[in-house]
Nanobody
Framework: QVQLVESGGDLVQTGGSLRLSCVAS????????MGWYRRAPGKQRELVAT???????TYGDSVKGRFTVSRDNAKNTVDLQMTSLKLEDTAVYYC??????????WGQGTQVTVSS
């Protein structure tokens, strides 16, 4: 089992920045991917950004150039630096973990609200 705890969600104005953090605990595999998904009201969950333990990054098209994912393998943390925030970035952001056997876990979610 892996537990994920997110923090950093907040209310921010358009054009602003915000940083989300997630810490994983439990049975952490040496080879894994950690990252972020989000679900906006009335929409399906979508990929925001993921990063493998080897350093490979994947971003959703809507956040490329604005968001940056980073992680600290020693601390089992993954962060998401969000800049130039838009109204459409409003969503619940979920931390995600997947190991090399494709077992996956989700955090409880943290709310990000962007206002004009």
């Amino acid at each position: 089992q892996v537990q994920l705890v997110e923090s950093g969600g907040d209310l921010v104005q358009t054009g602003g920045s915000l940083r989300l953090s997630c810490v994983a605990s439990g049975s952490i595999a040496s080879a894994n991917a950690m990252g972020w998904y989000r679900r906006a009201p009335g929409k399906q969950r979508e990929l925001v950004a993921t990063m493998s333990s080897g350093g490979s990054k994947t971003y959703g098209d809507s956040v490329k150039g604005r968001f940056t994912v980073s992680r600290d393998n020693a601390k089992n943390t993954v962060d998401l630096q969000m800049t130039s925030l838009k109204l459409e970035d409003t969503a619940v952001y979920y931390c995600h973990y997947r190991d090399f056997l494709s077992y996956e876990y989700w955090g409880q979610g943290t709310q990000v609200t962007v206002s004009s």
